[in-house]
């Protein structure tokens, strides 16, 4: 059973009913279907953060002016979708877990990329003067439950030690003053690192720099077949075949099994929902005394996650769900709906205007991975498990180094470790589910 969530017969779809959508302005201009045979040096199929980066850099960078192959339109997928959480982490095992496997140097030298990543994204913002929307820097990882908080203490306690940060925490009193007042919140560490942004302004503002420096993207270009010509990879999409010297494969949790067998059978679309509020009165907000617009998430493994934006519509956002029907995606609406009026009770009466969701990349070990097949010639760049903000647009820069023929690009142990596959792959979703029961048991009563 292949995991495909793309429907390539119908190129050029537009994008989800999201906030983002209704208030990204314009599309980007000149992303036309590819309609002719092309020959270039770099094919990169995905228009997201990753692909984007990845262009914008390999011509600004090296001169090398690829050509992007969007399925549906720049920023359709995940990176048109998401939270816009630009945030610490690389994967879902922290720095104890990177300390186990690779020892303190190596641990260290992730959570330094992890940084970089950040300080990335910031630079393109500047240097390209792209208008997101940006938060000020920082965020609060609450505790849901009372026995949180010793985890997020020693948290902090670690991160002032190893990495000089100025993490403080904030207990429930503290929390109330100078924050936001939730019944499931019960302290909090206040993180100086990260910031949020409104997800497809950034990416539109990274495809336009992309075409500044000479890149070339297609939207309505999904690959429908893949085939090798001697040094010659022929990419087939519904208005021409793109013959490339090499390929970037950038479409994360909407590649699907069948586009190259170097990702079949490794990811697992796993499925991420927002809904965002009307905006809030001054009134409403002072009844949970919601003061501050950093990014907010909590320490739950299936995470909740929100936020105020610009006009004071509360963005609140949840993983659930596993195959995307039609009833699940009703059923979710109205869980991410209660859920949020038990957290905020004075909100109650607060109407939610936009629900939409979308496929995070999601990977066997639980770590994103950059990687290559077919002698060098075909790489991939995926996996961020939600930290994709930061994480794909820095992930892209790393390949473009590779593909500029920079020699010093190091991956590092845990993006450069081999991408595995799951066991029995037509069981993803069985694993999915297991493992959602048993996250959902952790959080409520652990």
Not at 82 to 101: C, E, I, T
């Amino acid at each position: 059973m292949a995991i495909i969530t793309t429907d390539l017969s119908r190129p050029g779809a537009a994008h989800v009913d999201s906030y983002w959508a209704a208030t990204a302005g314009e599309e980007v201009a000149g992303a036309d279907p590819v309609r002719a045979d092309i020959d270039t040096d770099v094919a990169i199929v995905g228009g997201g953060y990753t692909g984007l980066s990845a262009a914008y850099h390999l011509a600004r960078d090296f001169g090398i002016k690829a050509h992007v192959l969007e399925a549906n339109r720049i920023g359709w997928g995940c990176s048109g979708r998401n939270g816009g959480f630009a945030s610490l982490g690389m994967g879902k095992h922290g720095y104890d877990g990177w300390a186990a496997r690779w020892g303190e140097t190596e641990a260290h030298r992730i959570f330094e990329m992890s940084r970089q990543a950040i300080e990335l994204v910031d630079d393109l913002l500047k240097r390209e003067a792209i208008d997101a929307d940006r938060t000020p820097s920082g965020g609060l990882e609450l505790a849901h439950k009372p026995n949180r908080m010793a985890a997020l203490e020693a948290g902090a306690k670690r991160m002032r030690q190893l990495f000089n940060m100025d993490v403080k925490l904030l207990d429930r009193d503290a929390l109330r003053r100078d924050f936001l007042d939730s019944r499931e919140a019960y302290g909090a560490a206040l993180q100086p690192d990260g910031f949020a942004i409104h997800a497809l302004r950034l990416a539109r503002g990274i495809a336009r720099a992309a075409q500044k420096q000479g890149a070339h993207l297609h939207g309505a270009s999904p690959v429908t077949g893949w085939t090798r010509d001697g040094a010659k990879h022929l990419l087939r999409t519904p208005g021409g075949t793109v013959r490339a010297k090499r390929v970037l494969i950038a479409a994360n949790g909407y590649a699907g099994d069948k586009l190259h067998p170097s990702i079949d059978g490794r990811t697992l679309p796993v499925l991420s929902n927002i809904i965002v509020t009307r905006p809030l009165t001054l009134a409403e907000r002072r009844s949970v005394a919601w003061q501050t617009y950093l990014k907010i998430w909590d320490t739950r493994n299936l995470v909740f996650y929100y936020r105020l934006l610009p006009d004071n519509r509360i963005l609140f956002g949840a993983r659930g769900g596993v195959e995307g029907t039609e009833s699940e995606h009703r059923y979710r609406r109205a869980w991410m709906e209660r859920r949020l009026k038990e957290m905020f009770p004075p909100l109650a009466a607060v109407e939610v205007e936009y629900f939409w969701y979308g496929w995070v990349c999601a990977t066997y070990d639980k770590n994103p991975h950059i990687g290559s097949a077919e002698d060098g010639t075909v790489l991939y760049a995926l996996g961020y498990l939600g930290l994709g903000v930061a994480l794909a647009n820095y992930a892209g820069q790393l390949v473009a180094r590779k593909l500029g023929g920079d020699d010093s690009v190091n991956y590092g142990a845990l993006l450069g470790s081999p991408l595995p596959r799951f066991p029995f792959p037509p069981l993803r979703r069985v694993y999915q589910r297991i493992a959602y029961s048993g996250f959902a048991m952790k959080d409520e009563w652990l």
